[in-house]
């Protein structure tokens, strides 16, 4: 099942068919919705004494970000494509080692993102920073944790990325990823006690004036690192009351010689979740 954050509430999808959940439509009962280590069976419990509505009511325009008051963290270094590339933007500045210590390394790379603030939800404006000459995005599967570390369910996220400003000294990495509008989550939250197939697919498409200017995908098989392993890291000596938000690392990167423009279109499509479309702006 999955749940999305409206303007007018929180809707249910369930087997095609969706509910209306009334009392859950603000930041604090977010909150307290997605706090539940039993969400799954809390949905079901909710949507047996909810009335099917007569119509899909998702409509992009009312889609709003599916966070509270949850901070988003992220993992780098976790596909050998992003490896590679961190290996090859930062050469010039002696980090070439560096990444490769991180990628084979037991202690994952983690790193704070964003507040909901900084956030943006489908069909929402993401950013590029005005000091930046290469930026990218970086679709990555994305982690629902409830406050006692466990995984609730999956969205997608997309973590806007200055590779220059990176590449140019590691130590810049928080300037390199956390500025206004520099994630985007959504449309909404696949809920599901089980782990996502390792074949599940990662897509990603930006179009420029309506053309594509960039495609790439990649699969979870992919993925060096246990879900379940980088939430136990970021867990430890840590407290989320409002539980968090957990990206999981990029297998698909551009080209070098590629930046993204004002206006691009972006589409991450993940296996069994949905497409999150921002725009460049």
Not at 232 to 252: A, H, K, M, Q, S
Request: net charge negative; aromatic share 8%.
């Amino acid at each position: 099942m999955k749940i999305y954050l409206t303007n007018s509430g929180c809707i249910l999808e369930h087997e095609n068919n969706f509910y209306s959940l009334p009392d859950f439509w603000d930041t604090e009962s977010w909150d307290e919705l997605v706090t539940h280590d039993d969400l799954e069976q809390h949905l079901k419990d909710a949507m047996r004494n909810t009335s099917k509505l007569a119509a899909n009511p998702l409509n992009d325009s009312q889609l709003r970000a599916p966070i509270g008051n949850q901070e988003v963290w992220a993992a780098g270094v976790t596909y050998f494509r992003s490896r590679s590339a961190r290996m090859e933007e930062s050469k010039s500045a002696g980090g070439g080692d560096f990444y490769d210590r991180v990628y084979a390394a037991e202690r994952p790379e983690l790193f704070f993102k964003a507040t909901a603030s900084r956030v943006v939800g489908h069909n929402g404006k993401v950013a590029i920073r005005k000091d930046a000459s290469w930026s990218v995005p970086e679709p990555e599967l994305t982690l629902l944790v409830s406050p006692s570390g466990k995984i609730l369910g999956y969205t997608i996220g997309n973590d806007m990325s200055s590779r220059d400003i990176e590449g140019e000294n590691p130590l810049y990495l928080p300037q390199a990823k956390v500025y206004n509008r520099s994630c985007a989550l959504g449309p909404g939250i696949l809920v599901a006690s089980e782990p996502l197939s390792s074949s599940t697919g990662i897509q990603l498409e930006i179009l420029r004036a309506g053309k594509e200017a960039f495609s790439g995908s990649t699969t979870l098989a992919s993925l060096k690192r246990d879900p379940e392993s980088l939430v136990e890291y970021l867990y430890r000596d840590n407290v989320f009351p409002n539980g968090c938000f957990l990206l999981t690392g990029t297998g698909i990167v551009p080209p070098d010689s590629f930046t993204l423009n004002p206006g691009d279109e972006i589409r991450i499509s993940i296996d069994g979740i949905g497409t999150l479309v921002n725009f460049v702006g």
